[in-house]
Structures are given as structure tokens and as C-alpha cells.
């Protein structure tokens, strides 16, 4: 039996509360959790912090974990978006994804969905921490 819960813990933390990361950009068992790591800028750090309203960066940290052929994952919240600026940055965030996605470059897929697939196909030999 595996666990399946919602965790997010960063590939690195730099502009976070708590300094730290996994250092990751694959999917890692701890224990029997299958940890999808958050591998991109929160948009609190973002917008808040680096007070940058576009997705450069974020286009700049998909590039690099798609070289490595990681995985890339966002987490927005709803309350920091809620301005209009920033709810716009983040229309535009989905819709270079929904690109990349019809051009058959990324699978777009929910958490659970992308659990589900590494415990089905037997990918269990992923890094144990």
C-alpha cells in the first residue's frame, strides 16, 4: 500500500519562509509516500517578493527541468491572485502550458493522475530517501 497525500515540498526553497528543498526535479518515495516535488517559484515569492509580474521566470525554470526531462509543478493560490495583474500572470502561465500541451511537448496531468502512473508502471525503483 502506497499513500497518496498532498505534500510540497520545493526542489529548492531560496525565497521561502523555511530555506531548504529536496533537490529533486523526479518523483521520490519516502517511506511508501510517492513525493512529487514542487519544482517551480511559488507565486507568492514571485509576484511578492522578486516583484516580477510575468512568467519569464517561470519559462526559464520550465526550460531547465524539461532539459533533465523532470517534472515541472506550480502551486498558485487563490488569494494571491486575486488582483488583477496577477490573476492575468497566471492566465498566461496556463496558456503557454496549454500550448506545450497541444504540441505534444508535456503531459499536463493532476497530482493523483501522475501518482497513479508511477505506481501502475511498476516505477517503484525510483530514489528512496
Do not use: N
Request: glycine share 6%; net charge neutral; hydrophobic share 45%.
Amino acid at each position: 500500500m502506497y499513500v497518496s497525500d498532498d505534500v510540497s515540498i520545493p526542489y529548492v526553497a531560496h525565497l521561502e519562509a523555511q530555506r531548504g528543498g529536496c533537490c529533486a526535479v523526479f518523483p521520490y518515495f519516502m517511506g511508501r509516500i510517492l513525493e512529487l516535488p514542487l519544482t517551480t517559484t511559488q507565486d507568492y515569492s514571485l509576484f511578492y517578493i522578486l516583484g516580477d509580474y510575468s512568467i519569464e521566470l517561470w519559462k526559464k525554470q520550465i526550460h531547465l527541468i524539461m532539459e533533465k526531462q523532470g517534472l515541472v509543478s506550480f502551486i498558485v493560490h487563490p488569494d494571491y491572485i486575486r488582483e488583477h495583474t496577477a490573476l492575468k500572470i497566471c492566465q498566461d502561465l496556463l496558456a503557454h502550458l496549454s500550448d506545450w500541451r497541444d504540441a505534444g511537448k508535456v503531459w499536463v496531468a493532476l497530482p493523483q493522475v501522475v501518482g497513479r502512473f508511477f505506481l501502475r508502471k511498476g516505477l517503484t525503483d525510483l530514489a528512496r530517501l
